[in-house]
């Protein structure tokens, strides 16, 4: 079966050509791998190929087609991309309208202060929300101008990460 | 035979001393995260049971898993529990604990906490508070060590609360100065000078940051030393006057004041100026009648002129790399004295051996100006081996809260010399994998192959410096190892794929998985 897997802006086209038990003939982009690979630990693999050996361990990402892979000297961000996940990429470029924009916290933590409101105007570089974690604060600006139409969270909340908090059109 | 006496004398008080301490039986520690459970290895290898102390957020901490006992304080802001004395004074009342070792942070330079205990009948570990107020407050600080003939930086000896003092003072020593608070740390209210135009915002500035974090807007001036190295003393002092120094631990690399990385020996000071800050260092101690673990802080120019900074009246974070290269378990030291113990060492006896060094592992993303990351730990594989010690308290599955400090370890690397520490360093950053969230062991990693780093060629402005290159992505990799990734991966998923698969198929032979499950569960036993 031929997959498309991307690691981090790489695009890659992978395909089995055979496969006994842990002995493996695989092609990555045309070029053919002959390995050894086996499953050691829950999410971690031994390969050897070529007399070197590699210790990956793979963790699962925010969805069952996502992984962060280490091995010893770097970690990449993998994804296999196939249908579903090309017609979600396309979608969620589309989601947003280029009038509107939606500023989401990028971590967990707690809101300390909102100094906007909705109907307000707002310029580029505004703080309109401010975040606290781990004892430091930080401050949200938006990146374009224009008027608050939704706050979705109050002064107080606790946050999770990648959550919507602010809405401007 | 007066003589004889005396000394039959002296040793029958060393003896009772020694045979009949203080008993420590059981000891409260008012603090959480790594630094908890670190102190609670050395109070169990001394037969001391340990009490934790927990908020609603640590209710999973390992601190509480790894204590003897464990009492929840209250909510999750520090304010509301580590920071709560009479919480948890009640706490060690109920344990019966008769001695609270604070860690570092929290109340630990606190001297209300240490007078309370007092009052409650339970043994601080650290020193009274009469030293610890002197110290605490930067100026008066100074002003001691002034009085005892040790250089400190060029400065105001009051707080400035106008303007014209403060240009009285640039006008006699010049630009560029530093205003910081007298209740400062932690590079808050702190503001750089370097023209005479910018006085009055600076340190109108500097007043209103003081006030919001320390409810204090006292500040005062000093000369600002253009790359100096951040150099501080270990001391231990006993309640009978013996001090001794442990050496020094370079401090230099640093990102907004804050420590990254610390080496012991520093790879900048010779060894006539280690002897001499170190018997500075004493003097500093004795002069405030210090009792129990401390740090003297010191500012090196590049022409090694040293300049008293502050003092540390607790355990330091960094205090492993001095432990590892001497010898001596400072947590342990600090019970002893505690107990009313005299030192059981005197400086002749001890010596530095080989070479440390600490990284500290934040949850931090370096990629985005080192935001806090705080989440869900998935995965860890912690670096093992030869000459390495991590003091970490996350484990996999554990949600690291978002109301406290972002250290998730230190890891300590110690070699024969400086360069096999380095080298042992790097491996060891290698081996180290924390997935779930982000952490600065990447951005570590990277200082270990800075020319500067491996040459020992640093002030505290060396990340600054070293920026581009500390930021560079990795290129460590070719297309063989991005292969060997994606391949990993490419298994997994089609792993993935025919478990679900075959787990369809028994779905779909006609059996309802409702169905199976009636039938099962009237015959099944665990």
């Known amino acids: ?169 | 035979m007066e003589y004889v006496q005396f000394i039959f004398f002296s040793n029958l008080c060393d003896l009772f001393l020694k045979q009949n301490p203080v008993m420590i039986k059981k000891v409260l520690i008012a603090n959480r995260g790594e630094i908890a459970v670190r102190i609670m290895r050395s109070c169990r290898e001394m037969g001391i049971r340990t009490v934790a102390v927990f908020s609603d957020a640590d209710r999973t901490s390992l601190h509480v898993r790894y204590a003897d006992e464990a009492y929840h304080i209250g909510p999750s802001p520090s304010l509301d529990s580590y920071l709560n004395i009479e919480k948890i004074i009640k706490a060690a009342k109920q344990s019966g604990a008769n001695a609270i070792h604070p860690g570092y942070g929290f109340l630990s330079e606190n001297p209300e906490f240490v007078k309370r205990c007092g009052r409650a009948g339970i043994i601080f570990i650290g020193p009274t508070a009469h030293s610890m107020s002197i110290m605490g407050d930067k100026i008066t600080a100074r002003d001691a060590m002034i009085s005892a003939g040790i250089p400190v930086v060029p400065g105001t000896r009051e707080a400035i609360h106008n303007e014209k003092i403060a240009l009285k003072f640039i006008q006699e020593t010049g630009f560029p100065v530093i205003i910081k608070a007298a209740a400062g740390g932690g590079g808050k209210g702190m503001r750089i000078v370097t023209e005479r135009s910018n006085v009055t915002a600076k340190l109108r500035a500097a007043r209103s940051e003081a006030l919001n974090a320390f409810g204090d807007d006292s500040v005062y001036i000093e000369k600002y030393l253009e790359s100096p190295h951040h150099i501080e003393f270990q001391i231990l002092a006993d309640k009978y006057g013996n001090v001794v120094h442990l050496f020094e631990r370079e401090c230099s690399v640093q990102r907004r004041h804050q420590k990254v990385i610390e080496e012991t020996p520093s790879p900048f000071i010779t060894s006539e100026l280690r002897e001499k800050m170190g018997q500075i260092a004493i003097t500093a101690a004795r002069t405030v009648r210090y009792e129990g673990a401390g740090t003297i802080e010191f500012l090196v120019d590049k022409d090694k002129n040293f300049y008293f900074l502050e003092m540390n009246t607790r355990l330091q974070v960094e205090h492993p790399i001095t432990e590892r290269v001497v010898g001596v378990d400072l947590v342990k030291e600090q019970i002893r004295i505690a107990r009313g113990e005299k030192l059981s060492f005197k400086q002749k006896n001890i010596r530095q051996s080989g070479h440390a060094i600490e990284c500290r592992i934040y949850a931090e993303d370096p990629g985005r100006n080192f935001m806090p990351s705080p989440g869900l730990i998935k995965h860890i594989t912690n670096p093992t081996g030869l000459g390495i010690r991590s003091d970490g308290y996350v484990y996999e599955g554990y949600k690291i809260p978002i109301y406290y400090d972002p250290l998730i370890s230190k890891l300590i690397a110690w070699g024969q010399n400086r360069t096999e520490a380095i080298k042992r360093m790097k491996r060891a950053l290698y081996e180290y994998k924390i997935t779930g969230v982000k952490t600065t062991i990447n951005f570590l990693g990277r200082i270990m192959d800075i020319p500067d780093f491996i040459d020992g060629n640093y002030d505290t402005h060396f990340i600054e410096k070293n920026k581009d290159l500390l930021m560079s992505r990795d290129i460590r990799c070719d297309t063989l190892c991005e292969d060997i990734a994606i391949i990993a991966a490419y298994i997994d998923y089609n792993d993935k794929l025919a478990k679900l698969q075959s787990f369809n198929q028994a779905r779909s032979n006609g059996n309802s998985r409702w169905k199976s499950y009636g039938r099962k569960k009237n015959h099944v036993r665990i």
């Open chain 1, 1 to 169: 079966m031929a997959l498309e897997i991307s690691l981090d802006d790489r695009h890659s086209k992978v395909e089995l050509v055979k496969k006994d038990k842990n002995f493996v003939e695989i092609l990555v982009d045309g070029k053919l791998y002959k390995l050894d690979i086996i499953m050691v630990e829950d999410g971690v693999y031994s390969i050897l190929h070529d007399g070197k050996s590699y210790n990956v361990e793979l963790i699962e990402g925010e969805t069952k087609k996502q992984y962060i892979v280490n091995t010893l000297y770097r970690s990449f961000n993998i994804e296999i991309v196939d249908a579903e996940t090309r017609y979600q990429l396309s979608r969620n470029r589309n989601l947003l309208g280029d009038d509107q924009s939606i500023i989401s916290s990028p971590m967990p933590g707690k809101v300390v202060k909102i100094p906007v409101k909705a109907g307000d105007k707002v310029e580029a570089g505004d703080t309109v929300i401010i975040i606290s974690a781990m004892k430091m604060e930080s401050e949200y600006k938006t990146g374009k101008s224009g008027v608050i139409k939704e706050i979705h969270v109050s002064e107080g909340d606790t946050i999770e990460g990648h959550q919507m908090l602010i809405t401007i059109e």
